[in-house]
């Protein structure tokens, strides 16, 4: 090691240790001849995929934990709709809760200042309550199964009238790699351009017990290959932040290998964040969320008891709004460890067919960026 090569590490340590503030609360980088800095905690939202890029030769690793929560009085398009009218359209149960959560695991790398990629791997659970709402179903049908075709199990997989039965089906979920190119970085704007692949590696043959599909929305994958590109614009201003993206997910098949197909889905976000204290970031957002309905049909045995087994019942328009906090923890260097929570409501729903709608959602983020 040469002398001056000791001086310099010794005059970089100094100069540190006499800057806690970018130390510990700045990542620093330097786009041609002008520094960024960028405060750890002005990140946006827990809930956001494709949001950020990273510097040449950073790795990041991050766990994320999303629930959503749907249940209450079942609606046609943006109105509520009573059971009778449900019975009446040839169901003889419906929704009355359902909860999905979903684990994702983020492990980004850039290989120069340019290029950030990505892999994603989800497992997914989704657990349904049904309510009996057929005054002639008094427990005798619920070993049926309705079969593709015909409507002889009406009952079906149906709980007996007033009555509730949960099930729940679980299991990876498929894959998301990405690869996001920048388009600008400085201080007041950011810009990048995002292309992901939907890999199909969650099932999409889950049965019930009696041998029959789940409902639809309850298999763990999409069974398709799908595309998903994205653009992403965000800036910085003193301790304000804000964010636009644009997505959407264009199923590439027609059908999987179950017999069926989910619909295209667009979503446009919005966001802004404020650094409330050195560690702290809280951050606002909205989103406006549109998906197709199911296309094709299942190829194997399944019900037709409840709207959740019928395609049509799928998909629809949602307006969010969330809300939701970034810490970066004490500890880590300059790019410390963060944790992000999101918790948001429905505005305005507006569902295909008949559906229970959503109630509210969540986000929990935990990240850790390495140079």
């Known amino acids: 090691m040469t002398t001056a090569f000791r001086a310099g590490s010794a005059l ?3 100069t540190l240790c006499s800057q806690p503030a970018i130390a510990q609360d700045e990542a620093v980088t330097i786009e041609g001849d002008e520094i960024v800095v960028t405060p750890v905690s002005l990140h946006p939202a827990a809930g956001l995929m494709n949001e950020h890029t990273h510097d040449g030769g950073e790795v990041m690793i991050g766990l994320r934990y999303a629930r959503t929560r749907s249940g209450g009085t079942n ?5 509520e709709i009573s059971d009778a009218e449900i019975l009446a359209a040839g169901y003889a149960s419906r929704t009355s809760s359902m909860t999905m959560e979903m684990v994702m695991l983020d492990l980004m790398y850039a290989p120069d200042d340019r290029l950030t990629l990505m892999v994603m791997p989800h497992w997914m659970r989704h657990e349904m309550t049904m309510l009996g709402i057929d005054p002639a179903n008094t427990g005798g049908g619920m070993h049926g199964g309705g079969m593709h075709g015909g409507m002889a199990g009406h009952h079906g997989h149906s709980p007996a009238f007033g009555e509730t039965m949960t099930h729940a089906a679980e299991g990876f979920s498929d894959t998301l790699v990405s690869a996001s190119y920048r388009l600008a970085h400085s201080p007041a704007l950011k810009a990048h351009a995002t292309l992901g692949v939907w890999v199909p590696t969650g099932r999409v043959d889950l049965q019930n017990h009696d041998g029959t599909f789940v409902h639809y929305g309850m298999q763990p994958g999409s069974g398709s290959w799908d595309l998903e590109p994205s653009l992403t614009v965000s800036g910085q201003s003193g301790e304000m932040g804000w964010g636009l993206q644009a997505s959407y997910r264009w199923r590439l098949e027609e059908e999987n290998a179950s017999g069926f197909a989910f619909g295209d889905r667009f ?3 919005g966001w802004a964040s404020w650094r409330a204290a050195r560690d702290v970031s809280l ?35 949602r307006i969010y709004a969330d809300i939701g906090i970034n810490y970066a923890l004490p500890f ?19 569902l ?12 929990l983020s935990l990240t850790k960026a390495f140079r």
């Open 267 to 269: 979503a446009l976000r």
């Open 75 to 79: 609606v046609r398009g943006t109105k």
């Open 332 to 350: 880590g260097g300059p790019d410390r460890p963060q944790i992000g929570l999101e918790a948001g409501v429905p505005l305005y729903q507006d």
């Open 283 to 317: 951050t606002g957002r909205l989103s406006f969320e549109s998906e197709g309905p199911v296309t094709g049909h299942y190829n194997g045995p399944h019900n037709h008891s409840a709207p959740a087994d019928r395609q049509a019942n799928y998909g629809g328009e």
């Open 12 to 14: 970089l340590a100094i």
């Open 352 to 363: 295909n067919g008949i559906q229970a709608p959503d109630q509210w959602r969540m986000a």
